[in-house]
């Protein structure tokens, strides 16, 4: 009789071990899936995902005009010389730009600034390092005739150059239907920039957000949660992750002892004379950024990492560790999206110009 009541205290010792261990088990769990939806909560307040295009009331994307504007985007028809398309300085194939600190213009002459991508771009508040275009229907028509880049001389010298293509003239006429001539220079640019309102790279950042917390393995939640605690996320925020404000770069400390920078560039206040406009820029978006170096305006600095440390250092006077570096960037990298391959080629119409 003893024994047998030792042997049930025992055995209630186990059950009760096993089942405390269990609860503990479970109560560690749950506190891990709080945690995660703690950050994405706190990410999705910060954070929006990317809608499918970026529309403007002001142009509606017919399928016509798009794949008009496509066909433009490609053309070195609008380039003086026939030496350079959009797609030059802005390459669809490695993440709308061209790697390169500054682009060659349609007579070989280098700009004076950075080549952004043209992805997500019509979602920015404004174009241009220095903001000076209001939306890509603005910016579209201006690269044209900038006599350093495309170096069309006038916009009647395009509007005839494309009215002696067969194949244009019934392409705007089928894009622009309502106007009595479709083949303008507005009309050019506009068409442009219904292309460019469709090149929306979405990430599995964008599926985080939408709430599947599996989205991200936990290196990249940790570099999310490094990179909102840093306070990037100041400049760094909604769908494209930047792009939607001007902030003066070197905001604490000068930028250039960090980024060996001798490019003499005073950004806005070239536009306005302001001498508190000086080192203004539009904030770079961080879509795709893994791909899209070399960064900032001038290009100056072609490792992400490195970029990482300048901004915080310029910015938020911060000096990042090695492993809150790699942590950000593991994060960054998050943004990275698969570009379709259709978006990337250039329409076939083009081969036989």
């Not at 945690?35 to 910060?46: K, P, R, W």
């Not at 142009?59 to 003086?80: C, H, P, Q, V, W």
């Not at 349609?106 to 903001?131: E, I, V, Y």
Request: with cysteine; glycine share 8%; charged share 25%.
């Amino acid at each position: 009789m003893k024994k047998t009541i030792t042997l049930a205290i025992v055995a209630g010792l186990i059950y009760a071990c096993g089942g405390n261990q269990s609860s503990k088990t479970s109560e560690s769990a749950k506190s891990d899936t709080v945690q995660t939806d703690e950050l994405l909560t706190q990410a999705q307040g910060v954070f929006k995902t990317l809608p499918a295009k970026a529309e403007n009331s002001e142009n509606e994307m017919s399928d016509a005009k798009i794949e008009l504007g496509k066909l433009l985007y490609f053309d070195t028809r609008l380039s003086k010389t026939g030496h350079n398309s959009c797609n030059s300085c802005h390459n669809l194939g490695t993440f709308g730009v061209d790697n390169k600190s500054f682009s060659e213009g349609d007579a070989g002459k280098l700009g004076g600034r950075n080549s952004p991508s043209t992805f997500n771009a019509a979602l920015h508040s404004s174009q241009f390092w220095d903001g000076r275009a209001k939306d890509v229907e603005e910016q579209a028509g201006m690269p044209v005739m900038n006599p350093v880049e495309m170096a069309i001389p006038n916009e009647d010298f395009l509007v005839k150059r494309l009215a002696g293509v067969s194949m244009y003239q019934e392409k705007f006429k089928a894009a622009f239907p309502s106007d009595a001539k479709a083949l303008t220079y507005k009309n050019i640019a506009k068409a442009i920039a219904a292309f460019e309102r469709t090149l929306i790279t979405p990430s599995k950042f964008d599926t985080y957000l939408g709430g599947d917390i599996t989205a991200l393995n936990d290196s990249e939640k940790e570099g999310l949660k490094t990179f909102m605690n840093a306070g990037c996320t100041a400049c760094h925020n909604g769908a494209t992750i930047g792009g939607t404000q001007l902030m003066k770069f070197g905001l604490i400390n000068d930028y250039h002892p960090l980024t060996k920078s001798t490019n003499k560039d005073n950004g806005l206040m070239d536009q306005t004379k302001k001498e508190a406009d000086k080192d203004i820029f539009k904030v770079a978006s961080l879509r795709n950024v893994e791909k899209t170096h070399p960064y900032f305006h001038d290009g100056s600095v072609a490792d992400l990492k490195v970029a990482i440390k300048v901004m915080a250092k310029a910015q938020l006077n911060k000096d990042l560790t090695d492993q809150e570096v790699s942590s950000i960037e593991t994060f960054l990298k998050t943004l990275t999206s698969d570009i379709p391959e259709e978006t990337k080629k250039a329409p076939a119409e083009l081969a036989s110009k």
